[in-house]
């Protein structure tokens, strides 16, 4: 592993992924771009790499980490995915779902990575760059959002350098990220039932709410999580005097999530307007209403989260 203050930035090319496999090889820690947001990666099988991903991130111990695969193959070698799973991942692999499945005891990952769950929350990605990743090491990789733990995620190179600069080894950049909002996760349940843990990009149809659960079985299931560090207040159909207004559609802010009220588009925009939000002089945030439909469920959850005090 490189020195503390030795990050690097270098674009997600060949050179640049050969680079990124040496880094994750000996422990270290590269931020990667996917097509959700950019992840945090370290090799998934080494207790001393993962827990550099809760140091660089200040992230607490008892959330969980994605473990991103190369196909369906490497997952069945770290999870036990029966006919419920197997469908899910057979339609939506490569992309932005996520699986809890029951963690094989012979997976040999770093138990920091399961939070001391028997499930492990598995992710084969379609980012080129990711997928380019995966292909050239010979491990799984842990790869939470490359952003301090609670922060905005990070879409774009300049985001993760914002809050980890110095504390990580290498960012690959890929240029900003085309979904911009984190993975659907789902768990597959013992009696066949499919719940939705995290929402996101992908819908899965028949999949109930998750129910209150004592614990954290998913990244993203804190009650304050996403936040820019200053008040955030929702459904804002106009700003007040100390307030950054981040509209949509008719409602015009000092940023807008989709000036035409396109959830898609809005959804690619959320983090890179809060960011801008969080950097704006107004001490408080206020955000204009976003229809609670389709993908408008998913950037409502972020909001409300990331209105939440911690």
């Known amino acids: 592993m490189r020195g503390k203050n030795a990050t690097e930035r270098v674009p997600a090319d060949a ?12 422990g270290g820690l590269v931020a990667v771009p996917t097509e959700t947001v ?87 990605p379609a980012h080129p760059a990711m997928a380019a990743l995966l292909e050239a090491v010979e491990f799984p990789l842990a790869a939470p959002s490359a952003n301090r733990s609670g922060y905005v995620s990070p879409t774009s190179a300049d985001h ?14 890929g240029g900003a990220c085309v979904s ?18 995290r929402p996101g990009p992908i819908a899965i149809p ?23 560090g200053k008040p955030v207040r929702l459904d804002a159909r106009a700003r007040e005097n100390d307030e950054y207004l981040i509209g949509f559609g008719d409602i015009v802010g000092d940023c807008s999530l989709s000036k035409s009220g396109d959830l898609a588009e809005a959804a690619a925009r959320l983090y890179a307007c809060l960011h801008r939000a969080a950097k704006a002089p107004q001490p408080r945030i206020a955000v204009a209403p976003v229809p609670d439909e389709g993908l408008g469920l998913a950037i409502n959850d972020r909001l409300r989260r990331a209105a939440t005090p911690a």
């Open 15 to 26: 050179d640049g992924i050969a680079l990124a496999a040496r880094i994750l090889s000996e």
């Open 38 to 124: 950019y992840g945090l990666a370290a090799r998934a099988d080494s207790a001393d790499a993962v827990a550099r991903i809760y140091a660089a991130k200040g992230r607490p111990s008892f959330n969980p980490l994605i473990v991103h695969v190369a196909g369906i193959d490497a997952a069945q070698r770290l999870a036990t995915l029966d006919a419920t799973a197997l469908a899910l991942a057979e339609r939506y692999w490569p992309g932005p779902l996520t699986l809890v499945c029951p963690l094989r005891a012979d997976a040999r990952l770093a138990p920091a990575v399961s939070a001391g769950l028997p499930t492990v929350a598995l992710r084969h």
């Open 160 to 173: 993760v350098l914002a809050t980890l600069d110095g504390r990580i080894d290498l960012v690959l950049d």
């Open 180 to 197: 911009g909002l984190e993975s659907t996760i789902v768990a597959v349940r013992r009696d066949g039932r499919i719940e939705t843990l």
């Open 206 to 228: 028949g999949a109930e709410p998750a129910q209150a659960a004592s614990g954290i079985e998913a990244p993203g299931q804190t009650l304050s999580h996403y936040a820019p």
